[in-house]
């Protein structure tokens, strides 16, 4: 143990300190307990123990703080409005579309809050390109998720994959891997 533990310390050292440009490290035990390590997985027997923090893009960084900067004050309004948490609702426009009003998924979905026409339809919204509209209308559908279900996880993952999907799951989270790793990102976004 004490042999693999000075191995793996002198590559890191003679790797120097973490950069943009080095790699993960991965590592595997023979099964003569010889302890191997690369920057590459050689097999399938080779396993991630450091992952190298990938570099933020500056560019996509700024972009979101003027998108947000841009919306604040609309997504505060609207929270007071409809009673909700403006972190709740920064959260979910984050998520959803990174604060474009002209995001447009592939299954359909629309705007800031990437409303599907369906939900625009129900809560009285003609244009869902409009950005007033659509944090309304995607607010007051956020604010009855919460009043439906009590919960704001459950709340978030029926924003994603419906109130029936959730309800369908015995009122948890759908197991389906595109909501878990939503609920995720808002509650990171909302600070959860």
Do not use: W
């Not at 002198?10 to 390590?37: E, H, T, W």
């Amino acid at each position: 143990m004490k042999a693999g533990i000075r191995i793996l310390t002198f590559c890191l050292l003679s790797m120097g300190a973490p950069s943009p440009s080095k790699s993960d490290i991965y590592k595997f035990v023979a099964p003569d307990g010889q302890i191997f390590y690369s920057d590459k997985p050689l097999h399938k027997g080779y396993r991630l123990i450091i992952r190298t923090p990938r570099p933020k893009n500056p560019a996509a960084t700024k972009l979101l703080a003027k998108r947000r900067s841009k919306f604040s004050p609309l997504i505060e309004e609207v929270a007071k409005k409809n009673r909700l948490d403006p972190k709740l609702l920064h959260a979910v426009i984050r998520a959803e579309s990174a604060y474009d009003p002209k995001a447009l998924s592939p299954k359909g979905a629309i705007g800031l809050m990437q409303l599907m026409p369906a939900t625009a339809k129900r809560y009285g919204i003609d244009d869902p390109h409009d950005p007033i509209d659509n944090v309304e209308a995607g607010a007051r559908y956020l604010r009855d998720l919460l009043k439906l279900f009590g919960d704001v996880k459950l709340a978030v993952a029926a924003y994603n994959a419906g109130e029936k999907a959730v309800q369908k799951y015995g009122n948890r989270i759908p197991p389906y891997k595109e909501t878990r790793q939503y609920v995720s990102k808002v509650m990171k976004f909302y600070g959860l």
